[in-house]
């Protein structure tokens, strides 16, 4: 699945310095990872030249630079600056780390069931389970109000490049940078926030080489109105995912409320039940978390052989942990799904783009690519500065590898929230330009969404993590580190996780507002334990963070370099890295020859039941007996999902695919397995994106989930 | 369970520069493993002084150095020569990395279903499971021959220290030491098997301070008469792993013949189906697979913050591998399921050692344990000298560190017996005593028996396992390494795995005997790829081999002083650390009090419905349908598993336990996850071993399976 999370999730997973805190809520993790990635994601953009591009479909372009001419050249078709603005208003992004789309006049929105499932798994208790079981809102009045999502609608973008750029002149260090850079940012959005009331986030685009400023509608008033059964959603489990064919009914409708009613909604999209043949052009607009396709070779060196396997072991590990956890009851194993899930699909994700990543060959064609860049660079005496930012950013990676370890966050959710407390209470102290990017009071709102979100937190589970956590920081820094001997408290990390969670009052919403509420001195008195070790670590961690910071602002400056180069030698006709901002994508609906074996572009309905019975019904290819009842009245040909050359990556979860006309053909929910180099490189060889049809959630709401009416609603 | 492979498997698993291969059947693993142990395990023993040791019943005691004083002042037990010569050759080990007993004149032995699980995973097909579905043989004529298991027999044993430490004297450097003192242990093997016909191996004990020459009778015609089926050996599952209370019949019945017939036996246990009650005396002899009480605070350091973290990175990594593989159908599951087993098996004991040493409180024991026998030492002129040892193996651990990451060991079965033929191929033009030391005259028999085994190996998994190796190595040394070029020879992991499992012939028996016949002529001919691919690792492997033998001699010679301080120090009355050699271990069967809650000593036969009950017979809760229907015909009150507080670790499964008349009271086949810890120290606190009640295994034959005249015949 390419849930938000593969991308943006496993960002804060992974993230050894930077992040703020882990929390096995995954809305709360991504509504703080979500924010922060303007601050810290240096999206690139592609080093694939425009003679190679122009060969395939490649590409996640932003919606004020679409390949107008490219489109008209090869499609005979004319993006009109109306049938985008269409698109992109009728765009949603959920700040927890997916996308979708309005469907209807009244504000119903159809995203994915695992960008949905973190919604549903904080819904549910032990009594209603709706993620496994399924929902649905007979009427208005039934339908579930969100604990803490926060749903973006993209209304304006803005080039703010000069004005960011003019804060930071030569005479100043990298940290100065930095800082310099971070204040600018956040008094562009301050001053965009106060002058429209919209959310205002300043977008890093080309590794540094851009700065946009993008104005979104906010929605917080967001409920549950229909989901699937999991057994439907995501049929074929772990086993199935990034595989095709697939059979998998992976949607959910929300519906946006203001003040109290159902929002009106002015660009919604109409559907096409007949959806797009094989062939057929489409369009994919969401927005895709993260890729490194700018990186230079030894950029993604230190990839391949540092962060993706350093990754890959943490997620490893949270998987053991977490099925381990599940052993415990059935309870128990409701409580770990989501998650497990989640870092399941992360790390057959990240396995997969090893694999691109150690394929010789990759990395020897990136070098001849970069060594004939660099020659034209240093042929052309006014472009020959530039070529010095590759060793720049080789000198970044052997600083980030010296790092290695050094981390000072503590993945649990309560410890997260303890940490929040303790930057913020010192923070606020500051001016909003001057506090850390996800203080500032153009974010506070969705910052303390987050902070008093009243989704449940487990203290078995928690214990769980947070001695898993501190283990983990045993081995990263050895056991005999100051800092361990802090976090330890001269006690095994099982006993100390218990001491924590059972000492603190931080579960208690009200009890997070009373501290807040108190600032530095509250801070200083408490005597909650986790407050405390939050406090005492907070110097390591904003030593770290600011060496980060840092890091991060020497490469932003030779990624904008880079730009500069790639612009002057191969013209400006590139999009950037992805940086979890709409982006749109395009290609033709496609099938694939794979070990000799032609994979059509579409599969059917009737064709779940016997995928199901290949495997003996036997776990997790089990249909729900929703299905098994309306197997005869069902229309067994439907559509169900599909495959198209389109470029997408985590964070394209539920985006919408369209035809020419802009209407609705289906959704995207995942990548085939060969898709996942995306991060580093797009191939359409095999690598295809992966939809359910939109005629297959028509005919499952009339036939399967007694919903005609919500059927008809869609597209109206 | 405390399958062998719990330490020795992983001793193959971890270890990274000594090891020869890695199989994934285990069978083969373990022959060359066991074999090795006497070669690259350097027993240590407790650091425990006398005082602290009478209060407990620590200790895994040779058979020629049992405490009888002790024995007859805390228990009023006489531990007769004669009493200790029946015990001991009546147990047995299986050299597959496991412990067994005669229990019957006609050759039956009795060992765990975990031990013998490699065998019926081995002579199991798509067709007959018989690891999952169990066996009877109706008749001798229906027994299954074993494909490739050796037991063996302890007979005597010879101190033969100053013997060996004649071969070194202090001109030498501690690589010459190294291989001087393997030739002298080699000489003396083959001497031994000459004279005896015995199988010989001189054993490392006290980490050096010993050697002691081990005579067994071997049996290699071994064969299958019952197994239960695995979902009553192993019932609960990994979940319930390491567990107490438990319900598992973890046993299984095999049968020695001698030409062509069942063996006479004329040592084996008797039955007292009445068992051991609380508080009851009962001894334990089996083959503990490896400790490491010696170590000092520094090696301690070196387990916690090196070794053990790595060694679980990688058992994670090939348990999500092995997870994922089997998603692929039953059949795949079926292949995996037992290495799967394995390796949950290890990462959960891993884990409890880990945790072990990571609470500060033991090594801030162990470092005060030091330094006042440090201060001891240098008290006294004499021993003075003997204080160096303890920077000497604090030095060995910086080496060790340096080598991280430079591995040449790929596991794989293929690759395993390709690297056994280049290398069998140029220790075989050398003397035996020059040779590496699984290549020696005494060992020859076994190791061509794992070489030459007929067990199945899949090309599809060993293709998952080749690649998932190959990309490990890429991490390990990173992507630019010579030695990743060769192993990669221009393609991505999966590509080159396939090339190599495709191309080569050695799944085919007879293929390795053809190759083995030429020699080195035909190892430089031969264009299997497999085989090139070892020749060209060969330099590598040889070097880091060297390096390895050098470390670990300097720290033999270490822990010898260490020993030699000791002794003087505390007196003689200690026990070597284990080296899957036959130990005798005891103490009274002991329920335990854990988080408030009291957990008796025993369960019975109906407690095992009631669990299941309580798990909603969900998997992997269910009792097989034999049980099912035998149900109301049994008698549920039978005990079924006890604990007892007898000093055991993994290569302790299958051991016999005993009581005062050396009757059979029950088997081992667990430690509870307090126990863990005993790689590194022995806690009765909470600390238990696990053993399945005699009574319980002759009810099932009677009632259960069918097989009452089986039952008869035990103890006979």
């Given at each position: ?6 991308s943006i999730r496993i960002e804060l997973l992974e993230a050894s310095t930077v992040i703020r805190n882990w ?6 993790t991504l509504q703080v990872g979500g924010l922060l990635l303007g601050g810290w994601i240096a999206g690139g953009f ?114 703010v490049t000069?004005e960011v750029n003019q804060a930071v002149d030569s005479s100043l260090s990298p940290a100065e940078a930095a800082k310099a850079r971070q204040a600018k940012m956040a008094e562009i959005e301050k ?9 205002s986030d300043v977008v890093t685009l080309y590794g540094g080489g851009q700065y946009h400023l993008y ?74 978390g993260r890729t490194r396709?700018i990186y230079t070779?030894d950029a993604?060196?230190y990839q391949?052989?540092h962060r993706?396997?350093d990754t ?76 010095s930012a590759f060793e720049e950013i080789t000198k970044v990676q052997q600083r980030r590898l010296a790092l290695k370890g050094q981390s000072a966050s503590v993945r649990?959710?309560?410890y997260g929230?303890?940490q929040n407390l303790v930057l913020m209470a010192a923070e606020d102290a500051k001016s909003s330009t001057e506090r850390l990017r996800e203080f500032r009071d153009s974010n506070r709102?969705s910052m303390?969404?987050g902070l ?21 920081m045993?081995?990263d820094r ?5 800092l ?50 939050a406090a005492a670590m907070e110097t390591e961690y904003r030593r770290l963070q600011k060496i980060s910071d840092e890091l991060d602002e020497i490469e932003r400056q030779a990624y904008a370099k880079i730009t ?12 950037p890295d992805a940086t979890f901002t ?135």
């Amino acid at each position: 699945m390419l849930r938000g999370s593969t991308s943006i999730r496993i960002e804060l997973l992974e993230a050894s310095t930077v992040i703020r805190n882990w929390n096995s809520r995954v809305r709360q993790t991504l509504q703080v990872g979500g924010l922060l990635l303007g601050g810290w994601i240096a999206g690139g953009f592609s080093c694939m030249s425009q003679e190679r591009w122009l060969k395939a479909d490649e590409g996640m372009w932003l919606f004020n630079r679409v390949p107008k001419a490219h489109l008209k050249q090869v499609y005979g078709f004319e993006a009109t600056d109306a049938w985008l603005e269409h698109l992109m208003k009728s765009s949603v992004r959920f700040n927890s780390g997916g996308s979708a789309s309005f469907v209807s006049s009244d504000g119903l929105v159809l995203t994915n069931h695992h960008v949905a499932s973190d919604t549903l798994y904080k819904l549910s208790t032990a009594e209603h389970n709706y993620n496994e079981d399924g929902f649905l809102a007979k009427s208005l009045a039934d339908e579930i109000p969100a604990p803490d999502l926060e749903l973006n609608q993209l209304v304006a973008i803005e080039e703010v490049t000069a004005e960011v750029n003019q804060a930071v002149d030569s005479s100043l260090s990298p940290a100065e940078a930095a800082k310099a850079r971070q204040a600018k940012m956040a008094e562009i959005e301050k001053k965009s926030l106060e002058a429209t009331g919209l959310r205002s986030d300043v977008v890093t685009l080309y590794g540094g080489g851009q700065y946009h400023l993008y104005r979104y509608k906010k929605y917080t008033d967001v409920r549950l109105v229909w989901a699937p059964e999991a057994g439907a959603a995501f049929f074929g489990g772990d086993a199935d995912n990034f595989e095709y064919p697939r059979y998998c009914l992976d949607v959910t409708l929300f519906r946006v409320y203001e003040d109290g009613k159902p929002a009106k909604i002015e660009h919604f999209l109409k559907m096409n039940p007949e959806g797009a043949k094989e062939g057929e052009l489409v369009f994919v607009s969401g927005n895709p978390g993260r890729t490194r396709r700018i990186y230079t070779a030894d950029a993604m060196r230190y990839q391949r052989d540092h962060r993706l396997p350093d990754t890959l072991n943490l997620l490893r590990r949270k998987e053991v942990l977490l099925q381990q956890y599940g052993f415990g009851g059935p309870e128990q194993k409701r409580r770990s799904k989501d998650d497990l899930f989640g870092i399941q699909n992360s790390r057959k994700a990240y396995t997969g783009m090893l694999e691109g990543l150690q394929d010789p060959a990759f990395l020897k064609e990136r070098e001849a690519y970069e060594a004939q860049l660099i020659a034209k660079l240093e042929a052309d005496p006014k472009l020959a500065p530039l070529a010095s930012a590759f060793e720049e950013i080789t000198k970044v990676q052997q600083r980030r590898l010296a790092l290695k370890g050094q981390s000072a966050s503590v993945r649990s959710s309560l410890y997260g929230i303890a940490q929040n407390l303790v930057l913020m209470a010192a923070e606020d102290a500051k001016s909003s330009t001057e506090r850390l990017r996800e203080f500032r009071d153009s974010n506070r709102e969705s910052m303390l969404q987050g902070l008093y979100s009243p989704a449940p937190i487990y203290p078995d589970l928690e214990k769980v993590m947070l001695a898993d956590e501190l283990a983990r920081m045993v081995e990263d820094r050895g056991g005999d580190d100051p800092l361990v001997a802090t976090l330890l408290d001269g006690k095994s990390p099982r006993a100390r996780a218990s001491e924590l969670v059972d000492g603190t009052k931080l579960i208690d919403v009200a009890a997070r507002k009373e501290l807040a509420s108190g600032g530095v001195a509250a801070i200083g008195r408490s005597t909650d334990p986790m407050v405390r070790l939050a406090a005492a670590m907070e110097t390591e961690y904003r030593r770290l963070q600011k060496i980060s910071d840092e890091l991060d602002e020497i490469e932003r400056q030779a990624y904008a370099k880079i730009t500069q180069a790639k612009f002057a030698v191969e013209g400006d006709s590139v999009y950037p890295d992805a940086t979890f901002t709409l982006r749109l994508a395009f290609g033709p609906v496609k099938g694939y020859a794979l070990d000799g074996q032609t994979i059509p572009s579409h599969t059917t309905m009737a064709g779940a039941f016997e995928h199901e019975a290949s495997h003996e019904s036997t776990d997790p290819w089990v249909l729900p007996e929703s299905w098994k009842k309306a197997k005869d009245k069902m229309k067994g040909q439907t559509p169900y999902n599909f495959v198209s050359t389109a470029d997408i990556i985590g964070g394209n979860s539920g985006s919408p695919v369209v035809d020419r006309q802009g209407n609705m053909v289906g959704i995207i929910f995942d990548g085939n397995i060969q898709s996942l180099t995306a991060d580093y490189y797009y191939s359409d060889t095999v690598g295809r994106s992966v939809s359910v049809h939109i005629a297959a959630v028509l005919e499952a709401l009339r036939s399967i989930y007694g919903a005609p009416s919500l059927a008809d609603q869609l597209g109206r």
